[in-house]
């Protein structure tokens, strides 16, 4: 393929010919205004030392921050962090030009230079880093070349429309016209398409930037590229002084010889376009990069020894072509060894130290002036640079093989997508993307490929070789050349439905999963290429009832809630009724109730809530209880088309009853590790999220050993449970035994079947701060809502919830962050959708998740939502099930806030009124401030006050407001007059 060639290919691509526009238009305002602001400088000071101290505060905010833009470029969508830095340097543009407009002191003007050149330090690597994907492999050197040639073009265009703005209109009009280029540099990336985010970069920036330097100095042939592009670039800064003064003395054609030398190395730069492609397709790689830059660097060597001006342009042009070819070479070969996840770090750090060397070249150069002469200043420094690119050389040896064997790796697996069916449905771009995030594996016979129950995390293609596949112990089916399995895990985010296992010497291909779904994200029609792909094997990556059918059909979702049959596992306390009303009533579900025989829920069959109603036994067992849902659907021949569960205790239950008939929902694992508080604190921490420790205790004995080892204050609680039951704060080893006691009382399987999963305490850190819940709505990864509800200080020892209110008044810095935090921790948990209800506390040390919750939030927590914001959670949760998109519409400011109060027993003995129930129930339904209230005692029952640490709960009742300050006080009025306990049969134990 020819340059042309290459280069229509790369433009016929879109979003690389919006980012190649953009990287146009900010090119030529930057030196447009680099030209303007050095002349603005000169004329306001008429000090060189002016002039030369804003060249260094406009570089060396690229050194310092270099590799923090990378950190940057690595951690959020590189569309958004282009984006982003346009509009800030637009912003402070327009501010330079109204302070040069004013008059103000050129210090001010220098400051504002700084921060524009801090606000662009993340913008090369973005958008190094983002190339590859827009462009795919194949295409990469010619999408670098045309990167470089409209920065060429900037150079020489810019700074002669800077000194015609300069000469014919006010001071200030360049700086305004450069921020116009950014505005069109933003609009032009705001239309690119591909919207993803870099996978995820643990730690904080210095730790992020940490490992970009290492990925740097670590990554095979890195540094070597990186001293040789920073000898060329020491040149090119040496020069930017030599050549003024050899133009003088040497040229006697003063300050328009130096125009002239810049005029043609500019020229120079633009003509390599017309090779820079092939060389970057060249398998000689590393000749290439040390040959042009050796030719840059020689340049000096010809001036030293050379008067005569057409010998002059000729090596200027000749250095601006090597210094663009060198550049385009060294950073295409970098986008190729450098794995995509850390490109933006080491590109980074690459241009930190591009720009490093060229400020220690201009400052170099005027000292060996001054110290010899011109002419040995140019060639102490151009022999000192061609020894630095020849030295390195050295390091570079093994890259072409490397470079080689990556081309043929890659056309290898290339070769392999485009022969599957998914490759009819995409781009060239596409297949080369997955083409990279795909390994060829070599395997011998009996070695298990996917094992049933596992989560799914990839795609798998037959090349050589067979397969078999079994589930649960059976041999089901085989498969051979040419065959994929694992897209339905994928796709319905479930986990794999059966093994399978290498019957013979194979060769496999593995695609990444994450790849193959971004793929999917952006061309729709892969999908019925998949579903093509799968049908008619059986397929281990996702759903399936025994006989495969459900798989072949994992298509075939209802397209709305209405008639949709909804398996709800457990229906929870009465309180739960009105959930199960509105999904049958109001949502038009056919709704479908498991449950233990004799549930409160059987009667909501007759009463024409509830379709069906299925008994089933519950034994706290959620592999056995999973099975009895399966069995008793079965008996009843109910096909479900969506199975979820409102209630803690069968969250577990319902993902595995949806994994196993092939439906929605989230991996088992991740359901698992969020219901035991044991497993989320261990799983946090090994995905690097902050969390307290926590150590299990299943003894006083190993209770005073945790202690000894987690310290005071501490907590106590259930590994299983709700509500805070058994959840106390300790504080010195005395109180420890009754302490101990008190939980294992509350922990009590027969008296909460909550605890039928296990009764394991665990003693973690205290935390302090303030705590909140946050209700998340994921769609595909995703979260496409949010809602914050501020709980008041709890009943400390026992954790027991006094209230909440929604929205937050806390501080709206700590709520955010909170909220971003509980979402990366539900994406790295593994949950991809549904609702989910977060409990985290906003501390001194930053947020911290206390619980994930794999559900809806209880009480009162949906009808809060739905007041505040106009997001059904009962819906959202439905259409999750069932795998159909989001119809959230929130309103963007909070409708009404709502205070949300829990009343308990004040004493123990024998509840004696009740005054919100006795004035409340016959008044509540009519007053639209109330938006709730629960009852969960009777006058005449037996309670228990905080004397027992867990007091008795007795109502719960939700209240709405204009504002806060309104529905505080609406609250305190309807509890104004507090229950009254006597003397009765209870006795503290």
Partial sequence: ????????????????????????????????????????????????????????????????????????????????????????????????????????????????????????????????????????????????????????????????????????????????????????????????????????????????????????????????????????????????????????????????????????????????????????????????????????????????????????????????????SCEVVAETALARIVPAEALGRVVGVFEAAQVGAMIAGAALAPAAIEATSLQASLVVLGVTAIGVALLARAGLRGLDAATARRFEELASRVRVIEGLPIAQALPRTFVERLASASQLCALPAGVDVVVQGAPAHALFAIVEGEAVVRRNGLSVDRMGPGEVFGERGLLDNAPRNATVTTSSDATLLRIDGEALIEALQAVPALRPALDIGGRGRADPGGPGTSAGARAASAFDRPARIEGATVVVVCAGYPGKRPIYERIATKLGARLVIVDERGHWSERLVGEGVAARWLAATVTGDADVDARAVQGALRSANVQPDGVLTFWEDSVPVAARVAAALGLPGNPIEAVDAARSKLRTRELSARLGLPTPRAVRVRSLDELYAAAADIGFPAVVKPEFGALAVGCVRVDSFQALPAVYRRVRQAVNPEADAIFRAGNDLLLEEYLDGVEFDVDLVLEDGACVFSSVSQNWPTAEPSFQERGLHCPPDHRRRAVRALVAFAAEAAREFGFRTGVLHIEAKSTSGGPRIVEINARMGGGSIHQIVEAVWGVDLIEAAVRSSLGLPQALRPSRQPRCAVVDSLVYAPASGRLATMPLAAGGVAGVSGNPAVLGLDLHAEVGDDVVGPDAIFATPLAELAVRGRDLREARAISARMLAEPPRVAAGAWRPA
């Fill in 1 to 324: 393929m020819s340059d042309r060639q290459a280069y229509r290919a790369v433009l016929a691509i879109r979003d690389a010919r919006a980012l190649i526009a953009a990287s146009a238009a900010s090119q030529i305002g930057d030196w447009l205004y680099n030209a303007a602001l050095l002349g603005y400088v000169y004329a306001a000071t008429g000090s060189a030392a002016w002039v030369g101290a804003a060249t260094i505060c406009r570089l060396f905010p690229y050194v310092l921050l270099g590799p923090v833009g990378g950190a940057i470029a690595d951690r959020f969508s590189r569309r958004s962090v282009l984006i982003g830095g346009d509009v800030l340097r637009l912003a402070l543009m327009l501010g330079l030009a109204a302070t040069v407009a004013a008059g103000s002191p050129v210090v001010v003007v220098i400051a504002l230079t700084a921060l524009a050149s801090a606000a662009g330090s993340a913008e090369r690597p973005a958008a190094l880093a983002l190339m590859p994907r827009l462009v795919g492999e194949s295409r990469l050197g010619a999408a670098n070349a045309l990167l470089h040639t409209v920065q060429e073009l900037g150079i020489v265009v810019g700074p002669a429309i800077g000194a015609i703005l300069l000469a014919t209109g006010p001071d200030w009009l360049a700086f305004a016209v450069n921020a116009a280029t950014f505005a069109a540099s933003a609009a032009l990336v705001f239309s690119i398409r591909d919207r993803s985010r870099p996978r995820r970069v643990r730690g904080g920036t210095a730790a992020q930037v940490a490992d970009g330097l290492r990925a740097a100095w670590k990554t095979a042939f890195v540094v070597p590229l990186l001293l040789i592009v920073a000898a060329v670039e020491f040149t090119y800064g040496a020069q930017a002084v030599q050549l003024v003064v050899y133009a003088e003395r040497s040229l006697d054609l003063g300050a328009a010889g130096y125009g002239m030398l810049l005029t043609a190395s500019g020229i120079g730069g633009l003509a390599s376009s017309l090779v820079n492609a092939r060389l970057s397709a060249a398998r000689c790689v590393a000749f290439v990069v040390v040959a042009t830059a050796v030719a840059a660097c020689a340049t000096q060597l010809v001036f030293a020894h050379s008067s005569v001006l057409v010998i002059a342009l000729a090596a200027a042009a000749i250095g601006g072509a090597a210094l663009v």
